[in-house]
Every structure is written in C-alpha cells, then in structure tokens.
C-alpha cells in the first residue's frame, strides 16, 4: 500500500480543523466530525485547545483509502506557533493549503507559502467557506496568482474538459505543443508529477462545515497527490517530541527508508526502540513494524531530540521562523531560579525555540517566544505539568550581532604543561545564513584529529557579540592554522584556544548589530490611511505594494520588530475597530536605531569574563594572560591573512592597559624547564667517585628545609554540589538545603583533616551584592559580589596569597582547572575530594571504634558526679 503524509496548513481561523474533521468522516474514520467551537474536534485532544479554541501542537491521523493510507497531520494556525507548523514541513510528501473564501490570502497564507517554497512541497489548495455571501470563485483565484504567483488551476470541474486541459498544457512546453496539434490531453500521471514539480497547483472550493466539495477533494488528492518512493537502507526523521499521560518520552518520526522494528537499536543514541505506536487523534495502535512513509511515535529514546536525523538520513534544513522576543520570567513564590529552569528545559525538549536561559550577568531567567498569546499558553501549560502559573515581565526584542569585515582571530592558551593555539578566519556571511563552519587547515599543519576537535567546539557553543552581548549571526568560521604540543596538549586545551580565538576576531572586526524585521499587511479605511502611512514612515518601514478598493486601504511591506509590536491597540483606536494588521517574521537586517539601543545594552565585553577574548602564554613557567590587542604580538603561528585584509589599527576599539610582559619561552625551553624540575633525581652516568664528590659539595643545598606553608582547601561550593549526586538531587528540591548540608561536610572534614577550609559561593541570588565574608560551622564562607563568579574569586585568591598560602582548590570546572595548574596552585577534583572525605570519616569511625565503652564520659555521667 502506497503510504502518504499530507499536512494542512492555514491562516488563522480559516477552518483547518473542521476540515480535518469533514475528511475524516467522508473516509469513514470517525462517525460524527466535532467543531473547535464544541470543543469535541478528533484532533484537538489537550484540554488548552479546547479551552481557547485554536490549535497549539501538532497532530495526527490515519485516513485509509483504496491503495493509498494517509497520514494527515493538522498543524497550528496562530502566527504565534508557526514554529511548530514548520517542524512538520520537513516530513510532508504533500500539503493543503487551506484559505477562507470571506477573507481571501492573508498575510499569514503568504508565510506559510514562503515555508512551502523553501522545502519543496507539492501543495493542492482548498478555499473553505463558499457557503458565505459575498464569495467569488473567479476573484479567489486571481487574488492567490497575483499573491502567490504560480499555476493556481480549478480542478472542480471534470479533469479531462478542454478548459483545465488547456490550463495544464501552459505548464510545460512539450504539453502546450501536443495539446495545440490535437495528439492527445494531458494524463493523470503527468498532472501529477507537474504537482510534485511545484509547476501545478490544484485548487478545489466547498464548505468543510457543511461537507461541500469534500468528496471531490479528497477523490483530488487519491488521483494526484504524488507518492514518493524511498529506498531499503534505514533513515528517519524526528519532528516531535512529547510525552504521554504517563510521563512516557515519544518521539515522533518518519522512516524514510528501509523499515524500523520494535526492539531496533539506534546508532545514534545507543538505545533501542521499545515500542512503536501509530496514533490517530488520541488514540494509538501498537505495532511491531513500520516501513518507509509511515509517521509513528516510539518510545525508548530518551537522547532523541527534535531535528535529528537517523540512518542514511542527511536532509536537515536550519528553522526559518524563529522567535524575535524575550521574557524575562518571574521566579515563582517559594522556588528558585534552578528549579524553575530545570522544569523550563524540560519543556523545552518539546519546543526547542524556547530557548531557557539563566543570564548570569543580569541574574535573570529568560524565554524565546513568537508573541503574548504565546507566553498565555506556556503559563498554562507550566501550571498543568507542574502546577504553578508562570508570570512574564514584558517582552523585548532579541537582537543578533554580526560583523562587516573580514578578519583573522587568534586564540592561544598555555599554561604550565597546556599548550594549544588556533587561528580562525572570521567573514560576513549571507543574510539569514547563519553560523557557517569551514576547514580549511592543511593536515601537514594540524593532525586531523586535533581538526576534527576544533570543528565540534565551534559549533557547540552560541558566541556572543561584542556590541551587546547579543547572539552572532550571518557569520562564516574558517579554521584557517592550528599548533598543538607533542606532550602537553589536551583537548580541552583546543576548547580553551578555539572560544578565545572567536572572541578575538570578533574585538577586531567591524561590528554590526542586527534587529528583526517583520512583514506588515495592514488594512485601515481610506480616511485614515494617511495617519497610517505617517505612523509607519516614523517607525523606519519600508513600503513593498499599497492596494485601494474606495474603503479600505491596504498597505505591505517591512517594519523593524522594536517599533511595529504593540501597534496593534493604537491601530485599533484611532480606527474604531475597523483597522487590521497581519504581522509575521520576514528576518534580521542593520539595527535601525543602534547606537541607541547599545548604549541601552550598557555591555562592555571586556569583563565578559566567560567570553575573554584574551590568551594566555607562558614565560618563565607560569601562564600569562595577554590582552586580546596584544596577542598578535606573541603568538607562535604566522598570520593567515595577507597585510592588507587586516583591520587597521584605527578601526580598533580602545584597548586595556596592558600589563608589562617579558619575552615568552619557547616550547623547547619549557621542556628544558621541566626537564631540569622534574626529573632531576633520576640516576645520571657519572662514576660512584664524582657522584659522592657531587653529593659532598651539594649536600647543604639539598638538605636546606624550604619554608612550610599551611594548606588552606578552597572549594567551589556550588559545583561540588552539583558534582555530588545526593546533594545534587537535595538541591533540585531546596538549594539551601544543599548548601547547609555541604558545610556541615565541610566543618567535619576541617576537624578531621586539621587544615583550613575555605567555601566560596556566587551569590546571584540579590541584586547589587557585595562580596560578603562569613564564618559558619567553625569556616571560613564567601559570597561572591554581583557579576562575579566563584571561578573568579578562586583564581584572584589563589594569585594575591600564594605566598602565605599552599592552596588547594576543590572543583570539577574544567576552565578552572586549568586556570588553577596556571596559577601553581594544587587542584583536587570534587570526585576525589568526595573519597577522601570518605576516607578520613571511615578512619575516624575506625578510632571510635577502638575505644573501649567504659572510656566514654556523657554529659549526664559527668552532672551525676557534681556535688550540691
């Protein structure tokens, strides 16, 4: 049986789930087609749809037809959840394009057809509620050619009348001429490739609501919808993910290829399918197989994440609509912002576009959404998994960043024992592009492996402008030349290396900082057409076509984001009522107010201490941070750039001071260093004679006692926590909780140890903190001031005492290790640090345990003895 997945797609309140319903009731699916406004639709199955009356996700259901079996997914029609309509295009064979007859191509069905476009899928058209007065068959189509451009024909008719015959031979040449000589009319299997081509575009009329013209349209697509064929290796697309009602993680696929079974191992993910379930509205059918074509969900892949390709599947287009908001959400009376957050991710495996995000700088927890209906139905649906109602404060708009020029980054990070340097070329790319990544170092350079590595810490990473802090876009990253040590690179050495080199190229370039912008339709009455013009010439847009019936007045084109968002309200009132705008994502241009809005942002990326642009160097044994606009002057790699495609030094921001640095070693020369330090005791070739003469003549030196400094352990309280699997599940529960249970560790382990201890926290959680010193449980605890991290504290104590110190530093943070090794100080991993607490609790119990019964004193033992 051939196998179609067919989706609908429509404006707002075009009737796409009614027509859902009537084709289910014409297959004989179901008995009785429910209405959203009834809330009894198959397809609207959560208690939010049919509390609003619109659909919010994505479903699905099997239509069974003579040879053909239909997966008809219905998909979100406010402009708020286009995102989640776009994550269904990529597995569409064919879709309906659903438009209302009363309200004609709306700005949204412009959307959807850009979308359409850009995936290549064959579309059969379907204007819905002829049944209205004032509808106009002929209007209709003339109104989408103009619109949406393409062949739009009527097959209401019969297929082989010399009318749609003649419309079908305009679109190719071989059919025009056959058709002119009379050799014969075009066949059903040419009328449907033409569709798979996208060079046809069927169009049928009816009303979904009272079953008009829904026997033809479905008779439609049996005909001449095309079915793909697919191929025996196995290859899957997954385009949702959501869980059932008993919490059960389904992954929403479509197997391009081959087949899948239950008890399957994926590749990808290292787990196996458990089951496979074919689900129609809310029901579900439970099969051991499925082959190429089917949309099923599967459960047992709890790695899988929206977008992911299986198998000999390649195909994966980057989203087109993406949120252009932000909210900042107000953390929930009696929660903390890591519970919030941790419950926000969840929900964001389902909607990847939601974007969760604690900005450590500003103390903030944000979301990524289209629009205000949007944040309405997050609140609701955080309230009915968790059971608290989210509150948002209100929106701002996402900026990106990206540059103008091209330039060559350095990155270089070596300290003691470390040793890495990259070197990126940083170019504009295309708008809308992206981030692009290239490779283009020679192996003779860099070992491929060291290659390899570099590639997969630039793209897991989203870098940050220099301008606003701002994601960067529209941005090309060649790898360009690469250094790596025989002895001591490791890979996170690359990871250091790599982040620093972007960060450098991005403080030289020439910055651009981008906004979004959206397409407008907007309708008024003639009266107040001029006022609308006026308004929108203030806000910056940029007129694309302007239309005039006698009333109404429609004009198009593109508006920045930051200005058009809240014109709706005032459109409304200065028009009564009568007044429209359509609003949807067009993309990101040149911010058109941007000194303002940077001078808003207040953002200087020098003490972006997380994303330094600086490298560090080592000379005569320790490391060395060097300012990013000096790096260039002791880096060990020639430049990749010719003279003339540098930035000129005038175009530079104003650099730091920078602090005096002597001539760096050489590799060879740290060797020799290390050569000398660390293997000095090993046994020479001198005679028994010379070596007792050296001993004689050395042997004061050696035996010199050097000076002994007390220990003193500094721990990274937070990440020891969360480090630590019972307080890290103590802390998913009450942070504080964790905190205390942590020093009380703490506190038994000094007494034990008979070393100074030290706990230093970020305080992120009150605004405008001072670094705060206190003693509890016999410590020595430290909350570190506002937009400073633990990491940083530990690195400036570590440097400012290392004379009156021997430090240890207690962490699992990999940049802070290595940072620590830098700084001569001694590092214990929370691991290791966890077993020796372990140990030394053990050898207590030990000597407790030794102790006779009878040598033990209480309180009560010792009052009964005092004499009154």
């Known amino acids: ?73 219905d998909t979100p029609g406010h402009v708020d959840f286009t995102a989640e309509a776009e994550r269904v295009l990529g597995i569409l064979d064919a879709a309906v394009l659903l438009v209302s007859a009363s309200d004609g191509v709306q700005s949204h069905t412009r959307t959807l057809w850009r979308l359409l476009e850009r995936y290549r899928i064959p579309v059969f058209v379907f204007f819905n509620k002829m049944d209205l007065p004032d509808t106009d068959k002929e209007r209709l189509l003339k109104q989408i050619r103009t619109e949406l451009g ?6 209401t008719g019969d297929f082989h009348s010399e009318q749609i015959q003649e419309e079908l031979a305009v679109c190719e040449d071989s059919l025009m001429e056959r058709f002119l000589a009379g050799e014969g009319a075009v066949s059903e299997e040419e009328a449907s490739m033409l569709i798979g081509d996208r060079r046809l575009f069927p169009c049928y009329f009816g009303s979904a609501l009272r079953m008009e013209g829904i026997a033809g349209f479905m008779e439609g697509i049996r005909c001449f919808a095309p079915v793909p064929s697919y191929g025996t290796e196995f290859g899957a697309k997954v385009f949702k993910v959501a869980r059932d009602d008993r919490s059960r993680k389904l992954t929403f696929l479509k197997v391009t290829g081959g087949s899948l079974a239950v008890r ?149 990070f070596e300290p003691l024992r470390h040793y890495a340097e990259v070197h990126l070329i940083l170019s504009p790319g295309e708008r ?74 991005l403080m030289q370039a020439e910055s651009v900082l981008l906004e979004p912008y959206l397409n407008f339709v907007l309708q008024v009455p003639k009266d107040a057409l001029g006022r609308a013009m006026t308004d929108l010439d203030r806000m910056g847009a940029e007129f694309t076509g302007q239309e005039d019936d006698g009333r109404i007045g429609v004009l198009k084109g593109l508006v920045p984001a930051s200005e ?44 972006d201490l997380k994303n330094t642009a600086d490298s560090v160097f080592c000379s005569h044994g320790a490391g060395v941070v060097i300012p990013w606009d000096q790096v260039k002057q002791h880096m060990h790699l020639p430049s990749v750039l010719v003279p003339e495609t540098n930035l000129p030094e005038s175009a530079l921001p104003k650099a730091r001071a920078a602090k005096a640095l002597p001539e760096a070693l050489s590799i060879d020369e740290i060797d020799a260093i290390l050569e000398k330090t660390y293997f000095a005791n090993r046994r020479s070739g001198k005679s028994p004679k010379q070596k007792r003469r050296y001993e004689e003549t050395a042997k004061p030196a050696r035996h010199k006692k050097p000076e002994q400094k007390p220990e003193c352990i500094l721990v990274d309280g937070y990440n020891v926590i969360f480090a630590w699997e019972d307080l890290s599940a103590l802390a998913r529960l009450n942070i504080d909780s964790a905190r205390d249970a942590l020093l009380d560790i703490l506190c038994n382990y000094q007494g034990m140890a008979g070393v100074e201890v030290i706990a230093v926290f970020d305080a992120y959680r009150v605004a405008g903190h001072k670094t705060e010193y206190n003693s509890c449980r016999n410590i020595d605890v430290v909350y570190t001031e506002e937009a400073h991290t633990a990491d940083s504290y530990i690195e400036y104590f570590v440097r400012e005492n290392a004379g009156r110190y021997d430090p240890v530093v207690v962490t699992s943070d990999g940049t802070e290790q290595v940072i620590v090794r830098g700084a001569n100080a001694r ?10 607490v372990i140990r030394l609790a053990q050898e207590a119990d030990e000597i407790r345990s030794a102790v006779k019964p009878e040598q033990f004193h209480t309180m009560e033992e010792k009052l009964k003895d005092v004499r009154l």
């Open 564 to 607: 058009s968002v809240n014109y709706a309200d005032e459109l409304r009132k200065y028009t009564r009522g009568e007044g429209q705008i359509a609003l949807s994502f067009a993309e990101y241009r040149p911010c058109h107010n941007a000194a303002q809005v940077i001078e808003a942002a207040d953002y200087d990326p020098e003490r």
């Open 150 to 155: 393409g062949n739009f024909v009527d097959f």
């Open 1 to 73: 049986m051939k196998r179609l997945a067919l989706g609908i797609l429509a404006h707002v309140d075009a009737g796409k789930t009614t027509l859902s319903e009537a084709m289910l009731k014409e297959a004989g699916e179901i008995r009785k087609a429910g209405r959203v406004d009834h809330g009894d639709a198959f397809l609207d199955t959560y208690a939010l749809e049919k509390a609003r009356g619109i659909t919010i996700f994505s479903k699905q259901a099997l239509i069974r037809t003579e040879g053909l079996s239909i997966t008809l997914l």
């Open 827 to 836: 590092l214990l991993s929370a691991r290791d640090f966890r077993e020796e």
């Open 264 to 412: 399957t191992l994926i590749p990808e993910y290292g787990e196996k399918i458990d089951q496979i379930r074919l689900y129609s509205g809310s029901r579900f059918e439970e099969v051991q197989e499925i082959r190429a074509g089917t949309v099923a969900a599967v459960t047992g892949l709890s790695a899988s994440k929206i977008g992911d390709v299986l198998g000999c599947e390649e195909e994966r287009l980057e989203p087109v609509q993406v949120p252009v908001l932000t909210y900042r959400v107000l953390i929930p009376e009696g929660k903390d912002a890591v519970w919030t957050l941790e419950r926000l991710k969840s929900l964001e495996e389902e909607d990847p576009t939601l974007g969760a995000a604690w900005e450590e700088e500003k103390k903030e927890l944000t979301v990524r959404l289209m629009g205000q209906v949007q944040t309405e139905i997050l609140s609701e649906l955080f309230y009915e998994r968790f059971g608290i109602r989210l509150r948002f404060s209100e929106g701002s708009i996402l900026y990106r960043e990206t540059i103008h020029n091209i330039v060559e980054g350095v990155g270089h």
């Open 432 to 505: 809308g592009s992206g981030i692009i990544l290239e490779n283009a170092c020679e192996k003779d350079t860099l070992s491929p492996h060291w290659q390899n590595l570099i590639m997969g810490h630039l793209a897991e990473k989203t870098f940050r402008g220099v301008l606003t802090g701002a994601p960067v876009t529209d941005l090309k990253l060649t790898l360009a030349s690469g250094k790596a040590h025989l002895k001591h690179t490791e890979s996170g050495d690359f990871r250091q290396a790599v982040f620093r080199a972007v960060r450098n190229g």
